[in-house]
């Protein structure tokens, strides 16, 4: 069975800084990894994903994420976030295509002007 | 942009009561998940079609919770009877294929008094 860890349940951060949302996995076998965005009162939007290739992903509104196989890791970063980033960001994990995510908790990101 | 809608998108109603809820799926779609999200338990899967037939519905409690796909444009999700603790927000998402993200719908928001 797979299972995501984010670390961090809440984390605020000043406008313009760079922030870095933590996400580690545990599964037995390969996996597809996600990050979702989900605004208050709507669904979740797709941010990324990493499916094989390079393991440096790029999404939208300027995040990107790492995977690193070693350290079962798969954290989103952007470089400087706006106020309209304030948001949850869950981490996912996919045992093979079109199978249920398996999601983490996720982290609140609270952007501060 | 194709999506995935649900009905209703908010729903009050008292302990007891039957409620259902709906899906239409992306068309072309032919995977479709519901996750419940409350505070306390993030995201869980509580069922998932494909072709319109089950193929897993271990997360849903079986004595009250019923989920179907009458066709392929409509998954429904049915609790008889609703109780307090079913209060969370239920989405639907959709896939259509392997390496294919999950796609949302802005859920159906349930308040049971």
């Known amino acids: 069975a797979q299972s995501v860890t984010q670390l961090d349940s809440q984390v605020p951060v000043f406008e313009e800084a760079p922030v870095e949302l933590r996400c580690n996995y545990s599964?037995?076998?390969?996996?597809?990894l996600f990050w979702y965005v989900q605004y208050p009162n709507q669904g979740l939007q797709l941010l990324l994903k990493?499916?094989?290739?390079?393991?440096l992903v790029k999404g939208i509104n300027g995040f990107e994420a790492e995977f690193n196989k070693s350290q079962t890791s798969f954290h989103l970063r952007k470089p400087s976030v706006h106020i309209s980033d304030t948001a949850e960001y869950f981490c996912?994990?996919?045992?093979?295509?079109?199978?249920?995510?398996?999601f983490g908790k996720g982290t609140r990101l609270s952007v501060i002007a | 942009d194709a999506r995935v809608t649900q009905t209703p998108r908010h729903k009050v109603t008292e302990m007891g009561q039957e409620v259902t809820m709906r899906c239409q799926p992306i068309?072309?779609?032919?995977?479709v998940f519901w996750y419940r999200q409350t505070m306390m338990q993030g995201l869980e899967l509580l069922a998932y079609?494909?072709?319109?037939?089950?193929?897993?519905d271990s997360g849903m409690p079986k004595d009250r919770f019923s989920a179907e796909m009458p066709d392929a444009t409509l998954a429904t999700l049915k609790i008889q009877p609703s109780e307090p603790r079913d209060s969370a927000v239920y989405f639907c998402?959709?896939?259509?294929?392997?390496?294919?993200?999950?796609?949302f719908g802005n859920g159906t928001r349930l308040t049971v008094t």
């Open positions: 998402a959709s896939g259509d294929r392997v390496n294919s993200p999950l796609h």
């Open positions: 599964s037995s076998v390969s996996v597809y």
């Open positions: 990493y499916l094989s290739g390079s393991t």
């Open positions: 996912a994990v996919m045992r093979s295509g079109n199978t249920p995510l398996v």
């Open positions: 068309l072309g779609h032919n995977t």
């Open positions: 079609f494909r072709n319109r037939a089950p193929l897993d």
